[in-house]
């Protein structure tokens, strides 16, 4: 659900200024810079290919520890780029006339390719924020169906808008899109908090104190002293700093049941709201503090008006 809506969202907004540049060069009479437009659409399109394959060989060849301080760092980064689009949108409510303006000083400007830059760099930023909000979305799994319906809806907004005149509340549209992106924002921080501690970046709170509880009622119960690995202290820390636990055990198969954090349900709203069946007391601080400070910054900054 988080990558249909995120990719939805992403590319109308590639859409809708690709559809006010060409509607302004058509109707100012520069159809000849029409070609540099979908040349600097289709370069910024191939770039973030070659970034997204780039991206993943990165993420393939870390293993372990490496792995989840890599996905930890890129999903707190994606959850900066979100917050940074979010306000962006709420504080800018004359994007056409600015992107008319910039085209307009291109063209004057007398610079060859200043109509393909500005189409360039359009497209290849909500392409790089494709890549970082997919992956934050998606943990490293993206759901490729919600992806490409997203995809061809936020296109089929475009086509609506510019080629058919069809009347959208665009405004309303974003403000609604910008609460519910709020929450899978504070969740990828919130994930990415997760894989920190995970990497051991961030210690477990209150991890160690509870491992050498358990580990002397295992000593008397064994009546021997039991030595514990690296990796079964590692786990304990773990276990031992969650402050609840509501995940529903495993199947008989082996397979999560739909209300697990890993499940069919719960795996949704995991990756949607940031849900979380037995979250450490910092990933529950986290995403509490960033709801707020998230929810502050679209009515207080996004909002104010500039």
């Not at 760099?121 to 799994?141: D, Q, S």
């Not at 921080?189 to 358990?214: D, F, R």
């Not at 820390?237 to 954090?261: F, M, T």
Request: aromatic fraction near 12%; hydrophobic fraction near 50%; charge should be positive.
């Amino acid at each position: 659900m988080a990558e249909l809506i995120i990719m939805f969202r992403e590319v109308l907004e590639a859409s809708l200024i690709i559809g006010i540049l060409y509607t302004y060069l058509n109707k100012s009479g520069n159809e000849d810079s029409m070609k540099m437009v979908w040349s600097g659409v289709g370069a910024a399109i191939l770039a973030s290919i070659i970034i997204a394959f780039i991206f993943g060989q990165l993420a393939i060849g870390l293993k372990d520890n490496e792995a989840k301080i890599f996905e930890g760092v890129v999903m707190i980064v994606a959850s900066i780029v979100l917050t940074t689009m979010i306000i962006w949108m709420a504080r800018n409510k004359n994007i056409s006339e600015d992107l008319k303006n910039k085209a307009k000083e291109a063209i004057s400007s007398g610079f060859k390719y200043g109509i393909f830059t500005l189409a360039f760099v359009a497209v290849f930023r909500e392409g790089v924020e494709i890549i970082l909000l997919l992956w934050g979305a998606g943990k490293g799994g993206i759901n490729v169906i919600s992806s490409v319906v997203g995809a061809l809806l936020g296109l089929a907004g475009g086509y609506a808008i510019f080629v058919q005149g069809v009347k959208v509340p665009l405004q309303k549209f974003f403000n609604i899109t910008s609460v519910l992106l709020i929450f899978v924002a504070a969740g990828m921080l919130t994930y990415g908090v997760h894989e920190l501690e995970s990497g051991g970046v961030i210690p477990y709170y209150g991890g160690k104190t509870m491992y050498q509880e358990n580990s002397i009622l295992a000593i008397r119960s064994n009546g021997q002293r039991k030595e514990f690995s690296l990796e079964n202290n590692k786990k304990a820390e773990k276990w031992a700093s969650r402050i609840w636990d509501i995940n529903p055990s495993k199947n008989d198969d082996g397979s999560y049941p739909i209300l697990h954090d890993k499940g069919a349900i719960g795996g949704l709203i995991k990756g949607f709201f940031g849900y979380n069946g037995d979250p450490s007391l910092i990933e529950f601080i986290t995403w509490v503090l960033s709801i707020i400070g998230l929810n502050f910054l679209y009515q207080k900054v996004g909002k104010r008006k500039i």
